[in-house]
């Protein structure tokens, strides 16, 4: 499995950006795939995740409420809509993905098997 994340840049507090992650490989449905965050200096953080088959969906307490994530499974794709950004969103974010995953392990970010190169996020103040 490939994960291609794209979509990253800079902009200004709150604006908006949208990434995007591209899936290839043995795709199956029992995928659950997530976007994980690396502030400079910090852990990875957990994000948002979504299960690629009945489209449940987790949020970080974080960003819930300004970022929504999203799939198109015809195109293998998972989107991560990010709006009303603050300065503490700046991080590289990965996507990543897992295959067959319980609603309570969404939220572990190291229990992720597949990871993207990682697209850059700033969000200048």
């Known amino acids: 499995v490939q994960l291609q994340a794209s979509g990253g840049g800079l902009v200004q507090a709150g604006n908006s950006l949208r990434l995007t992650c591209v899936a290839s490989?043995?795709?199956?449905?029992?995928?659950?795939m997530g976007w994980i965050r690396q502030a400079p200096g910090k852990e990875r953080e957990f994000v948002a995740a979504?299960?690629?088959?009945?489209?449940?969906?987790r949020y970080a307490d974080s960003v819930k409420g300004r970022f929504t994530i999203s799939r198109d499974k015809a195109k293998n794709t998972v989107y991560l809509q990010m709006n009303s950004l603050k300065p503490e969103d700046t991080a590289v974010y990965y996507c990543?993905?897992?295959?067959?995953?319980?609603?309570?392990?969404?939220?572990?970010?190291?229990?992720?098997?597949?990871w993207g190169q990682g697209t850059q996020v700033t969000v200048s103040s």
């Open positions: 990543a993905a897992k295959n067959g995953m319980i609603l309570s392990e969404y939220a572990r970010w190291s229990a992720y098997d597949y």
């Open positions: 490989g043995s795709i199956s449905n029992r995928f659950v």
């Open positions: 979504i299960n690629r088959s009945d489209g449940t969906t």
